[in-house]
């Protein structure tokens, strides 16, 4: 027949062909009816309640103690588990825990005496870990394992937690006062100690900043005064080159101009020449014309104002020594020699009379015309 069992359980098959005994933890096993035979074992976890009442502690006083442990029979190693069966094989349950607690309670007993009350009380954590410690080294030989161990509770019937949970407490206050205190202390130490910090922070950060400044302008300084001697150097540039740019457009004007001037110099050379050939034509020609002219001209009228002036001369000579006669005459008496009135009238009319008479007189005798020689009239003597 074919049997089987959950993870919480073992079997052992004992009898005929099973020797030593097959244990199957978890699964299934094939048993011979009548000449084998199957038993099972819990490997449930248990939970125990370990209580040790007023025992004595080193310093003799009486205290009880509560645990909480998990003990369970290990299944999975064969030695444990064929200790745990040769113990326990047959046992129930509460059997298997009462051998437990007991081994427990008598392993806290003994932990408990070689303690103070104070080092229980203070620290829970060590006493539990020896339990733990000493109660597992014997409960493998059994094929049991303790898997926790925890210290519940801690109390005595002569006040003595009460009273030094007091000094306990006491103590606790004042070492609280005191704490408070020195944490006073300390946070104003360390408030000022963080001021100073903050303040010298602060002028760390300010004399770093101050630098970075500082270090900027440095930089910036030079960096201006290289920009500014490279614009400096490109504005020069620039001039330099605006000035060659003249230079060259200048010397190219004055080139131009003074291909204009050649130019205007030929035209005007050209003009001259045509100006020359035009008055060679229009004035040299008929001005030496008009001079042969003129001279041509003088001369005749030279010619004519000599011959007047010797006319003139010869006049005034013919009158001279007409007048000569007149003027050296003391005396002049005038005949009438017709009828009319006598006197000075008389007189006057005969001498103008004689005086128109006289040109025509002087050009009979000398052939030149007082009248076209000299065209003022002649003055009466």
């Known amino acids: 027949m074919f049997f089987t069992c959950g993870p919480n359980e073992a079997m052992v098959v004992s009898g005929f062909c099973r020797s030593p005994p097959v244990m199957v933890a978890g699964g299934r096993v094939f048993v011979l009816p009548c000449i084998q035979q199957i038993q099972r074992i819990s490997l449930n976890t248990l939970t125990l309640n370990v209580k040790s009442e007023k025992v004595y502690t080193r310093h003799g006083v009486p205290i009880s103690v509560t645990g909480i442990a998990q003990v369970k029979i290990q299944g999975q190693n064969k030695e444990m588990l064929a200790a745990a069966c040769q113990m326990f094989l047959g046992k129930t349950e509460a059997e298997i825990a009462h051998i437990a607690l007991e081994t427990l309670e008598g392993h806290q007993r003994a932990i408990m005496a070689h303690m103070t009350v104070e080092e229980i009380y203070k620290d829970r954590q060590k006493f539990s870990e020896q339990v733990f410690k000493v109660a597992s080294s014997d409960l493998v030989n059994m094929g049991i394992s303790v898997v926790s161990y925890t210290l519940k509770d801690i109390h005595d019937d002569q006040d003595y937690l009460h009273s030094l949970g007091k000094a306990r407490t006491a103590q606790v206050q004042?070492?609280?006062?005191?704490?408070?205190?020195?944490?006073?202390?300390?946070?104003?130490?360390?408030?000022?100690?963080?001021?100073?910090?903050?303040?010298?922070?602060?002028?760390?950060?300010?004399?770093?900043?101050?630098?970075?400044?500082?270090?900027?302008?440095?930089?910036?300084?030079?960096?201006?005064?290289?920009?500014?001697?490279?614009?400096?150097?490109?504005?020069?540039?620039?001039?330099?080159?605006?000035?060659?740019?003249?230079?060259?457009?200048?010397?190219?004007?004055?080139?131009?101009?003074?291909?204009?001037?050649?130019?205007?110099?030929?035209?005007?050379?050209?003009?001259?020449?045509?100006?020359?050939?035009?008055?060679?034509?229009?004035?040299?020609k008929p001005a030496e014309a008009e001079r042969y002219k003129l001279e041509r001209l003088a001369e005749a009228e030279k010619s004519q104002l000599i011959m007047q002036a010797e006319a003139e001369a010869a006049s005034v000579r013919v009158a001279e020594e007409i007048s000569g006669p007149l003027t050296s005459a003391n005396k002049i008496t005038l005949v009438s020699s017709g009828s009319g009135t006598m006197g000075a009238a008389k007189v006057t009319g005969e001498v103008l009379d004689i005086l128109t008479r006289l040109p025509e007189s002087v050009e009979r005798l000398t052939g030149v015309s007082i009248s076209q020689v000299n065209h003022k009239p002649l003055r009466t003597a």
């Open 174 to 284: 004042k070492d609280a006062r005191i704490g408070e205190a020195e944490a006073k202390r300390d946070a104003g130490i360390r408030e000022a100690k963080a001021k100073q910090e903050k303040v010298s922070a602060q002028y760390l950060s300010e004399i770093e900043m101050a630098k970075a400044q500082r270090d900027y302008e440095l930089k910036k300084a030079a960096y201006d005064i290289e920009v500014n001697t490279r614009r400096a150097q490109a504005d020069l540039a620039y001039q330099l080159q605006v000035a060659k740019t003249k230079q060259q457009i200048e010397e190219q004007r004055v080139q131009v101009q003074v291909v204009e001037r050649a130019q205007q110099v030929a035209v005007q050379e050209q003009e001259i020449a045509r100006r020359e050939k035009e008055l060679e034509a229009r004035v040299r």
